[in-house]
Each structure stands twice: as structure tokens, then as C-alpha cells.
């Protein structure tokens, strides 16, 4: 019988060690951001009880959690009806006690409610780790994938958000990376359904223009109508989808369309005094107030942020919001919070399609040793530990093959230094330095050649 074809599932990956070279580079970056931020490290376990999760992200996350059946006899608490009737909905929650984690914010969240006693509020913290999503796989879309999570929890001041606009700008300034930072307000959404008439669809409304980009102002306005709109409210809508101009330019045409909504001016309000507070340092990207945005998950109360690629047709790359209500669903109740998370798979995608990684990725060893043989090898090896010593990342070829054996290994793996000691740098206690780049080879001390490499490594 043949043996089956090894392989992984549809929606996830291998990486090599180049594309980890790139993802560190892409979480260092992050991750020192945050740290100048003033943001500490937490993780939380890759399952979580399936209670924990449901009921946080909206119908359509809820049906994207990926489910882990109870071990043992997991059928043993499934009820014979509900088998007899194929009733999926409740055999799932009978059959499945935990589930992996979807996000890192309602995890988060219940970090936050399970160590509230030994947690300084507010509480800036960051975390990056895996999530897993029950998504059909496609360009962009991943099944599992890394999120870098930050998060500002026991301050209702918008400052944060502001920050948060502020680390994003400098994240992808530092990679190189020109995006634009669309931002919004859950309020201004809310208010904008009391304007047309329907205050208690709000959740239809935010589903369908949170899809603007996607399917189109009239595949939207489809939508709505679908969703029990009325044609009225849809074309008393229209005109705020389609509104553009400055950010100053719209938050006055919100001022007068939502003088008649409380909780719409109070949205009004808050993207104006971000945006005053960032006039202060501006960002160096595009940063839009973007009425379609909506962000479909429940959990937001007022702020909602997005970010998308300048350059490189692709979905969001970061995203996040501020929300009120999502410790309290644990039983800390007046906890707000607000965070930002980096969809590292989709940055790597983006930088991949505009060359933007440094040449330095995917250089794990800065020097090779040649092995001419076992008294060579002895000479070397002291040297490559000093070397070591410093920060330089060198290995020696473990058995003494053909010198163009040895060269080809370096070639291949972007080792862009080779080291070699023969009878002659022994005599002299020297060592011959090859520049795979350039083809130069020079006798040098042992000193002169860390020089040169601590200059290539910056």
C-alpha cells in the first residue's frame, strides 16, 4: 500500500529559516516599539474555555472559533436527541468544552478579571503569540497566524488611543512601509443609526458598510436592505458612506447630521480630541477618519482603527479600538480598555511583495570556518569563540571536505565571510579573510578581522 503523502492543513504553514529571519524582524520591530511605550510582556494559553470565547466576537467570528473535543469519551455528555436531529449547534457546546484561542484581547480580558489583585492599573501590556480561525483559506488569510497584541486597560483616557496611533506610525515607518491609518468611532455609528431611523440595527449597519471596500457602495446598500432597512434609511445613508474631504471637513458635516444624537456627538467629540492631540506630533502616514469603517466585532464602544498598505492590495495589517464593556462580561465591571494588534503574516506579505526586508535577513552565520583538518580545526576554534565573544555569529564546516564543498555551503547559506588557516597564517599567527561579496581575501590578525565583521553587522 502507498504510503500517504506527508503534508499540513489547508490555511497554515512551514517556515524556512529565511522566512523566520524576516517574521524576527518583523517582531523585533514591533516588540522594541512597544517597549519604548512603556508596554510589558504577558501570554496566556493557546485554548481557552470555549466559554470564555463565545458570545465576544459576533455571529460570524463565534462560527469561525476553532473547537478541540473533550478527550476521553467525548460523547458521553452529547444528549441522544440531539444526535437523532443532527442538531450541530448544540451537540458542539456538549461535545467541546475548550477551544483555541480566536484573538488575544478576550483572552486578555480574562487575564485581566483573573489577576486583577496583583495587576497596576491602567495595565499596558503586549503579547504575541498564535491564533487559530476556522476561515476559508485565501490570499492574506491564514488558519493560524500571529498576532502583537497591545493593550491599555483601567484608563478611559483617549490619549491612549492617540499613542496607539503613534506606535503604529512608527512601526511601519521603521519597516518601511507606507500604509494608511483609517480610524472611526463606534458612536459616530451608533448615532448614524438613530439618524436614519433604526438605532436597534446597529449590528446590521456595522456588518454591512464594514464591507464597503469589499463588495462596493451598492452590494452594501444591497446588503442593508437584506438586513430589514428600509430604502429611506439606506439613501439617508448613502451620502455619509460616500463622504470625503479632510478629517476636519467631515467631523463638521457629523456636527450638524448628529446635533439630535447624544452618543453621536459624544463619537464627534473623541475623534476630535485625538486628533487634536496628535496634532502635536504628527504621524508621517496617511491618517483618514473612514465613516465605512466599522469593524464587525462586538466588543468595540468607541474607538476603531485600521491600517491597510499604500502600496499592496491587501486587507487590514493592524487593527484595533477602544472597549468598555469586555472585563465586564467576567465580572470586573467599569474596566476600559483600548489596543491595537499587528497582523504580522500580512505585514510579512506586504514587505515580501516590496522587497523591504534589510539584506542582513537571513544571514545566520556572519563567518564560516574552513576545516583543512584536525590541527587546523584546534587553531580556528579559539578564534571563533572570540569572535563569538563579541556578537559575530560564525560556525566551522564539521569535517574536513573539499575546500569547494566548504565554499559552496557559505554561498548557499548568505554567509558572506570565510575563514581559513592553512600552514602558512599558522607560522604567522594569522588567519586569511575571503569576502564571498566581493571575492577579496586578505591575511589578517585576529583582531583586524573583528573589526571588519563588527562593521558589517552594524
Known sequence: MAKEKPGIPKGTRDFDPLEISRR???????????????????????????????????????????RILNSGDFTSKADDED?????????????????????????????????????????????????????????????????????????????????????????FTQLNVKVEILFNNRKILAGLAEHIGFADRMQDITLAIDKMDRIGLDNVNKELLERGLTMEAV???????????????????????????????????EVREVLDILSVTPPHNLLKLDLCLARGLDYYTGAIIEVKSQDVPMGSICGGGR??????????????????????????????????????????????AVNFGPKERDYCLPALENLRSVGIQCEMYPEPARVKKQMQYADKNNIPFVLMAGEEEMKQSLFSLKDMRSGEQQRLMLEQISEILLKFIG
Request: proline fraction near 4%.
Open 24 to 66: 524576527e524582524h518583523i517582531f523585533d520591530t514591533i516588540r522594541e516599539v512597544y517597549r519604548l511605550h512603556g508596554f510589558r510582556p504577558i501570554e496566556t494559553p493557546a485554548m481557552e474555555h470555549l466559554s470564555t470565547l463565545m458570545g465576544k466576537y459576533g455571529e460570524e467570528g463565534d462560527r469561525l472559533i476553532f
Open 83 to 171: 444526535w437523532r436531529d443532527k442538531n450541530i449547534a448544540r451537540l458542539s457546546s456538549q461535545l467541546s468544552e475548550k477551544a483555541l484561542r480566536y484573538d488575544l484581547t478576550v483572552p486578555f480580558a480574562r487575564y485581566v478579571v483573573q489577576h486583577q489583585h496583583n495587576i497596576t492599573f491602567p495595565f499596558k501590556r503586549y503579547q504575541m503569540q498564535p491564533v487559530w480561525r476556522a476561515d476559508r483559506p485565501q490570499k492574506g488569510r491564514y488558519r493560524e497566524f500571529f498576532q502583537c497584541d497591545a493593550d491599555v486597560i483601567g484608563s478611559d483616557s483617549l490619549a491612549n488611543e492617540a499613542e496607539f496611533i503613534q506606535i503604529i506610525d512608527k512601526v
Open 235 to 269: 439613501e439617508k445613508l448613502k451620502p455619509v458612506l460616500q463622504l470625503s474631504g479632510s478629517n476636519a471637513e467631515k467631523i463638521d458635516v457629523l456636527t450638524g447630521m448628529l446635533a439630535s444624537s447624544p452618543v453621536g456627538m459624544k463619537g464627534v467629540a
Open 323 to 368: 472597549y468598555d464593556d469586555l472585563t465586564g462580561v467576567f465580572g470586573l465591571e467599569g474596566v476600559s480598555g483600548v489596543g491595537i494588534s499587528f497582523g504580522a503574516d500580512r505585514i510579512y506579505d506586504v514587505m515580501q511583495a516590496l522587497d523591504r526586508f534589510p539584506d542582513i535577513t537571513g544571514t545566520f552565520s556572519q563567518l564560516l
